[in-house]
């Protein structure tokens, strides 16, 4: 379960430079991710309150925002296991800082367009899957296997502070200046980070297998790469485990996306929310996954990873259903709405830790890139569908009933892990897995 991108980023061995390292990541991961929050609010509240869009485009935006993960994750994932990591990461903050910026630019020269804001969204897409895929690579090189876990779970304990505070923030900081204006603070969020990340100095990767080059020789470039995004997409699919998170996560994003799409029009529409109250009934989910991100380590430890991680696909999908159900007056409503989203959050941080510790610890170092960015084309690729899902169902069958569609659908994500051997799986792997079904230690050249 993944109810958004994982943002959050070894030497295999405890050396205080790659801890030093990690400190800074982590810094500004934590300031970007505020930032982030407050521009996920802002950016739909400039389409729906400035430019007057309706549920279709709406959805249509959204959608553009994860197209890249569709269309550009698998050649990119070839990218991160072929380039620096951290200087991949740097480029993609500075990139996305630019392109945040340029919405309140163009609101302020009056050029301002949905179809601008539609290709801006596509383009902060694209970045974005560039650094996340960059990113879940680089932390196994810069934390030890022993403090991976934990290295997840602080990462995932800053994007629950975000997302507790952040909409809140951001409900506020639209309501002062402006939707277009709140941007700004979003893309000096990026550069905060770009500054932090390239102040960590690199660990030393393992040597790169011999083998994949000399596979290349002679061949066709094109040849080339698709010969190793085939292989990351294999391995994603011949695991049974990875298999199946990337089909939950691929289920639960979809129609977890489309929710989102319909509630933000629901809410300012129909229950008339205000844009304060709005941003604060979306912390809740921040504040439930800030909860659930605590709990993992322990709770894996008493039950066990595999049950933990059913456990909150199941919770979490469920809560949702909350959202459409709530009624009543103008006080309860907010409550119940609240109460939904936080319960979700509470599983969201529980399953997150663990699945993208599972993920990297199975993974051999050389494909950490194309697992991350095969794992990512199945478990985002079909969100852009969710969100335009979302906002088709709102314009044919009304928003409340639109609502009740797609929090239903979400009960068919936790199919894929209860099918699967995840749930009699009791702690993380040993060794990481090679395809060929050999074991390795993790940063062993193979």
């Not at 500004?28 to 549920?55: D, E, F, K, N, R």
Request: aromatic share 6%.
């Amino acid at each position: 379960m993944t109810a958004r991108p994982e943002r959050g980023c070894g030497s295999s061995g405890p050396d205080p430079r790659g801890a030093s390292g990690f400190g800074k990541l982590w810094l500004g991961q934590s300031v970007s991710l505020v930032g982030t929050q407050i521009g996920a609010l802002a950016l739909p509240l400039v389409a729906v309150s400035y430019l007057h869009v309706s549920s279709a485009e709406l959805g249509f935006l959204n959608a553009l925002r994860y197209l890249p993960f569709l269309l550009l994750a698998l050649p990119l994932g070839v990218v991160v296991d072929r380039g620096d990591r951290r200087r991949l990461m740097v480029l993609a903050d500075w990139a996305r800082a630019l392109l945040v910026a340029a919405v309140p630019l163009l609101y302020a020269w009056d050029v301002l367009a949905i179809q601008v804001l539609l290709v801006l969204a596509f383009a902060i897409g694209a970045f974005q899957v560039l650094f996340d895929s960059a990113c879940m690579s680089f932390l196994p090189q810069l934390v030890s296997r022993a403090r991976l876990t934990k290295a997840n779970r602080n990462l995932q304990a800053s994007q629950s502070a975000a997302e507790l505070g952040g909409p809140g923030l951001g409900g506020a900081v639209c309501a002062a200046i402006g939707a277009p204006a709140a941007l700004v603070a979003d893309a000096v969020s990026y550069v905060v980070s770009a500054v932090a990340v390239g102040l960590v100095k690199s660990p030393r990767r393992p040597p790169a297998p011999a083998a994949p080059q000399k596979r290349g020789a002679g061949q066709p470039w094109a040849l080339v790469w698709w010969t190793e995004v085939r292989e990351g997409l294999s391995f994603v699919f011949r695991h049974r485990e990875l298999r199946a998170l990337a089909l939950e996560t691929a289920v639960f994003n979809t129609f977890e996306q489309g929710v989102l799409t319909v509630y933000m029009l629901y809410a300012v529409r129909e229950l008339h929310l205000s844009t304060l109250l709005l941003g604060l009934t979306l912390a809740a989910t921040g504040a439930g996954s800030l909860i659930g991100s605590a709990l993992a380590e322990p709770a894996s430890r008493r039950f066990g990873l595999g049950p933990v991680i059913t456990a909150g696909s199941l919770l979490g999908c469920g809560a949702y259903l909350l959202v459409p159900a709530a009624s009543g007056g103008p006080v309860l409503v907010p409550v119940v709405i609240c109460a939904g989203f936080s319960v979700a959050g509470v599983a969201i941080g529980l399953s997150n830790v663990l699945q993208v510790s599972l993920r990297q610890t199975t993974t051999p170092d050389r494909l950490l890139g194309r697992m991350t960015s095969s794992y990512r084309f199945v478990a985002y690729g079909t969100v852009p569908l969710g969100a335009l899902l979302g906002g088709m169902l709102a314009e044919v069958a009304g928003l409340r009933p639109a609502l009740w569609l797609v929090a239903a659908g979400l009960l068919l994500a936790p199919v894929a892990i209860v099918c699967s051997p995840l749930p009699r799986r009791r702690r993380l792997p040993e060794t990481a897995t090679e395809p060929t079904g050999r074991s390795v230690e993790r940063g062993e050249a193979l």
